[in-house]
């Protein structure tokens, strides 16, 4: 079983930056892609960004430009920098990992980016 702590959320000024950190635990054996969603309130959940063990970086469009995924597999950690934050942003953000066909998910770290 793999779990998941997600930190850094928190309110932030428009234009303002965060950064999300999330770390993996338990039985990891080879991680295949590690990565953000958020969902917001009465919208669907989205996939913010993410990477895989075979070198490929996916952005959501709402996001690119703005927001930097890394992290590394073998280290088990994955972290999300926003920069340039804007309102439409506030969302819970959860970490995802999957290891082989298994998705996990992190408990979700709470953003809002307000004035």
């Known amino acids: 079983q793999v779990q998941l702590v997600e930190s850094g959320g928190g309110l932030v000024q428009p234009g303002g930056s965060l950064r999300l950190s999330c770390a993996a635990s338990?039985?990891?054996?080879?991680?295949?892609?590690m990565g953000w969603y958020r969902q917001a309130p009465g919208k669907p959940h989205e996939m913010v960004a993410r990477?895989?063990?075979?070198?490929?970086?996916n952005y959501g469009d709402s996001v690119k430009g703005r927001f930097t995924i890394s992290g590394d597999n073998s280290e088990k950690k994955v972290y999300l920098q926003m920069n340039s934050l804007k309102p439409e942003d506030t969302a819970v953000y959860y970490c995802?990992?999957?290891?082989?066909?298994?998705?996990?998910w992190g408990q979700g770290t709470q953003v809002t980016v307000s004035s």
């Open positions: 995802n990992v999957v290891i082989g066909p298994v998705t996990s």
């Open positions: 338990g039985s990891i054996s080879s991680i295949y892609a």
């Open positions: 990477f895989t063990s075979d070198g490929r970086t």
